[in-house]
């Protein structure tokens, strides 16, 4: 479980997280402990979450470990990114919005799921979907806990 550099696809993970084994998320959280980090070379980060994000609906899991299995791996490509972490999210809308539009069904999923995770989340869409909103964001340096949809309601205890 102690690594150094690990090349992972998206045929990888998806065959870590089939294993016939209780551990098998777990094996999955080690094996993408690293995705998205400071010092990542975040083309190939992206890419391979961009074809995570397509091809897992087609594997064999419940519903809901496809979903758990996007949604950690997409916490984790953010998660060591406070200044551009709207980059990510921006980024996977449009390539997945873009692979939709030519037809794949798969990719529409995938950004189906991501845009119901930014929503559910209370991130504005719209902003996410802005590359102009995106750059302002970055330039002025909104971390992911203030960048809440504009509006929310907080609770207060």
């Known amino acids: 479980m102690r690594h150094d550099h690990v090349w ?74 406070p200044n551009d972490w709207k980059a990510v999210l921006h980024i996977l809308d449009a390539e997945l919005g873009k692979a939709a539009a030519k037809g794949n069904f798969y990719a529409r999923r995938g950004r189906e799921y991501l845009a119901d995770w930014i929503g559910g989340h209370f991130y504005n869409l719209e902003d996410i979907r802005s590359a102009e909103q995106v750059i302002t964001d970055i330039r002025t340096g909104r971390p992911m806990r203030a960048a809440k949809k504009r509006g929310a309601k907080r609770s207060r205890a």
Not at 17 to 46: C, K, Y
């Open 8 to 81: 992972l696809d998206a045929g990888t993970m998806i065959g870590i997280l089939t294993l016939d084994d209780p551990r098998a998320f777990a094996l999955f959280e080690a094996a993408i402990r690293f995705m998205g980090g400071r010092r990542a070379e975040m083309r190939s980060h992206l890419g391979v979450m961009l074809e995570m994000m397509q091809r897992i609906w087609s594997a064999d899991l419940p519903d809901w470990q496809r979903g758990r299995a996007v949604g950690r791996l997409r916490e984790q490509m953010v998660r060591s990114r």
